[in-house]
């Protein structure tokens, strides 16, 4: 059951990938790289190629969301810049820095699960199993049973939120700029839904 969802929990990440990629938005090269890192990370869990360590995903994961940041800050500053003050603020304030801040948190959240899901089921104490962390792989240990319980609780509320998080910028996103085309409007709602959905089953896929 547990691969089952892990394999479903490609689909939407996919298809959110997918999203980032085809938008047209100020910051969406670091914001793709960064969906595609955690594609990858994902898949790593399913196919168990190229087998690396959690640690390693987790960092990279990491390191990605705080680039993409980075980057979504400075592409929405010169397009201020360049736009005007009414314009960057009906668009950059809805769009650009909400979705900064809902991919970042994504990253961090599947950062998380992909810690827990590569914890050795070993009862080990958690500063021990992040250290022993280094030399598993992702595919190796799919439960995280020898996890902290608390460890495991903090993550599976924060995915929980992250979800419902997922859900309230989704409806948000949806409402906003009436007056763009369809494509363009909704591409940012199915970004962040499938964010979200991954996120929920990968979720699930530990807890089976």
């Known amino acids: 059951m547990g691969e089952l969802l892990h394999a ?4 939407p990440a996919a298809v959110g990938a997918c999203c980032t ?8 090269a670091a914001a793709g790289v960064s969906a595609i890192v955690m594609l990858l990370a994902m898949l790593d869990t ?5 087998g690396f360590p959690a640690l390693v995903w987790a960092a990279l994961l990491i390191g990605t969301a705080l680039a993409a940041a980075v980057s979504a800050r400075a592409a929405s500053r010169a397009r201020a810049a360049v736009v005007g003050r009414a314009a960057s603020r009906t668009r950059a304030a809805v769009v650009h820095p909400v979705m900064a801040l809902h991919g970042g948190l994504g990253m961090i959240v599947m950062a998380g699960l992909l810690l827990v899901m590569g914890l050795p089921a070993s009862g080990a ?3 021990d199993a992040v250290a022993v962390t280094a030399s598993v792989s992702v595919s190796a240990g799919h439960h995280g049973g020898g996890a902290s319980g608390a460890l495991v609780a903090l ?7 992250y979800a419902g998080y997922s859900v309230v910028v989704a409806l948000r996103l949806a409402r906003a700029d009436p007056g763009r085309r ?3 409007r ?8 499938g964010m979200g959905a991954s996120t ?3 979720l699930l896929a530990l807890a089976a």
Do not use: D, Q, Y
């Open 8 to 11: 479903g929990a490609l689909v």
């Open 186 to 193: 909704w591409l940012p709602v199915v970004e962040v839904a």
């Open 125 to 127: 104490a958690v500063s």
């Open 182 to 184: 369809a494509v363009r």
């Open 46 to 50: 399913v196919f168990r190629m190229p």
């Open 21 to 28: 990629l085809g938008a047209r938005r100020s910051g969406r």
């Open 200 to 202: 929920l089953l990968m």
């Open 155 to 161: 993550v599976g509320v924060g995915s929980l939120a």
